[in-house]
């Protein structure tokens, strides 16, 4: 078996199972959730084949992990190299925290831009294996770019569906970019997302959101990458929650390594929601088992502007099985720590992305996670996805091209004392 070049041999067998009634779908199921209750569907992937040494490849990214994914031996990976993003020891936000062993995953790395980008490598090849011929998102807009770009890559046709306004302007220009067909709906993306998986029968698409378990399959792998560059698990994993989707993924990630004894424990798992789009974290404030839906959710971090998340039960589920929690923060705390990411440690984040850590401080001082341990908060999406972010506007000096007037300037700037600059 080709396992240490990751090759086509290296692949899971894996029954797709809905969370809800049990029901088990056929092996070529399209449909986005389960066909007897309407309920989320998973991916039960068998760890037996993998034991705790063939779980990767000697190759980098996503598809390191075949062995645990759920594709067919002969199968092709639909491919832009995403995965085997950076993990960066936060020396100055560490210092800026009192906290003594944070880390930063940084997904703005991958292909377009976003952590999407691991779960559609798995769910465009999926669509292959398929035969389909047109893919399908709602989207705050990082879906979009990433579907529109795998779908390139596939010679699929896409469709993305938007929310009216407030979707970042990198996002839509690299689905516009990849020939992706764009349909603006009427409302927000709770109402697009409703729309899509409503019609989504007989529609001749294939539903690439985030409740697509394949999808899952591939963001899983950000657990099983962090563990291997930390060669042990984190003890909290913090990261920002939009439709759910991710927290559940990266939560199965690091079940399946401790359940393959790779992992000795899993992190606890910490949601962080914009205070004006907090169903989950309003939901585990009062130890409820369900959410309330938030309409008209309002938040700077456009990514995370879902006031119905489609995985909120996965997402709850998550949470108190590795007993984690979830916390709201304020648009403000949310800018602040986009700039601090940005200068104090050149992690040029979206503002969904800084919410992690807008959201230290509070888990210290709430004890929800301590100085002494080992914290990674995940950078989700890149900075230049969203070029309106009031961190992103341009104050430039203007001068004379004379070497007297960048003398008075310089002098200006080696005056101050030290620190990342600013105009
Ligand atoms: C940058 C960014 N961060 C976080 C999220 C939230 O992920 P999820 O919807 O899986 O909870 C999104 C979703 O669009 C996103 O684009
Ligand atoms: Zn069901």
Same mark, same amino acid.
Request: proline letters at 6%; one cysteine or more.
């Given at each position: 078996m080709?396992?240490?070049s ?10 797709i199972t809905?969370?809800e009634?049990?029901?088990e ?8 959730l389960c ?5 989320l ?8 084949g @993998? /034991? %705790?040494?063939g ?11 075949r062995?645990l &994914?759920?594709? =067919?031996r002969e ?7 995403e995965g ?5 020891k936060?020396q ?11 880390y ?6 991958n ?5 999407k980008?691991r ?6 090849t999926r ?8 893919v ?5 807009g ?7 770009a ?11 569906l938007?929310p ?5 302007k990198g996002k839509l220009t690299?689905?516009?970019? @990849? /020939? %992706?067909?764009?349909i603006e ?9 409703k729309?899509? &998986?409503?019609s =989504?029968g007989?529609?001749g698409?294939y539903v690439?959101n985030s ?10 792998t950000v ?5 291997e560059?930390l ?12 439709n ?10 690091f ?6 004894g790779?992992?000795?424990s ?9 205070s ?5 974290a309003e ?7 369900s959410?309330?839906e ?5 938040t700077?971090a456009?990514?995370?502007?879902? /006031?119905?998340p489609?995985?909120?039960k996965?997402a709850?589920?998550a ?5 984690g929690?979830?916390?709201a923060?304020e648009?403000?705390?949310?800018i ?5 990411l940005?200068?104090l440690?050149g ?7 800084a ?11 709430t004890?929800?996670?301590d100085r002494?341990?080992?914290?990674v908060?995940?950078?989700t999406g890149?900075?230049l996805k969203d070029?309106?972010?009031?961190i992103?506007?341009?104050r ?9 007037s960048l003398?008075?300037?310089?002098d200006?700037?080696t ?9």
């Open positions: 080709d396992v240490a990751g090759g086509k041999a290296a692949s899971a067998s894996y029954s809905c969370t009634c049990g029901h779908a056929p092996q070529n199921f399209k449909a986005p066909n007897r209750c309407g309920g569907l998973t991916i039960e992937i068998s760890l037996e @993998a /034991g %705790a040494k779980w990767r490849t000697g190759q980098p990214g996503v598809w390191r992990y062995p &994914l759920p594709v =067919a199968t092709e990976p639909v491919s832009l190299g085997g993003t950076p993990l960066l936060s100055r936000l560490q210092e800026k925290f009192g906290i003594k062993n944070l930063v995953k940084y997904e703005g790395t292909p377009t831009g976003s952590f980008d779960g559609m490598t798995v769910g465009v669509a292959l294996e398929l035969k389909e011929r047109v399908a998102c709602a989207s705050t990082n879906t979009s770019a990433s579907l529109a795998y779908a390139a890559r596939a010679g699929l046709r896409a469709v993305v938007i009216s306004g407030g979707v970042g690299q689905a516009a970019a @990849a /020939g %992706a067909h764009i709906v009427e409302g927000a993306f709770d109402d697009a997302i729309l899509l &998986l409503d =989504a007989g529609s698409v690439l409740v697509n378990p394949f999808r899952i399959e591939g963001q899983k657990a099983f990458e962090v563990c560059q060669g042990r698990a984190p003890d909290n994993f913090v990261l920002p929650v939009g759910a989707g991710n927290i559940s993924a990266a939560w199965k990630g079940s399946e390594l401790e359940k393959l790779v992992i000795d899993a992190p606890r798992m910490i949601g962080v929601q914009a004006g789009a907090s169903p989950i939901a585990v404030s009062k130890g409820s088992q959410i309330g938030v309409r008209n959710p309002q700077v456009s990514a995370i502007r879902i /006031g119905k489609v995985s909120w996965k709850l589920q949470i108190s099985e590795s007993k929690t979830a916390v923060v648009d403000e705390e949310i602040r720590a986009q700039g601090l940005s200068t440690e992690i040029f984040v979206e503002p969904a992305s919410a992690p850590v807008a959201a230290l401080r509070r888990l210290l001082e004890k929800a996670i002494d341990e080992l914290t908060c995940v950078a890149h900075g070029p309106e972010s009031p992103c506007e341009v430039a000096k203007r001068m004379g091209a004379d070497a007297a003398k008075k300037a310089l200006e700037i005056s101050r004392p030290s620190g990342p600059s600013s105009n």
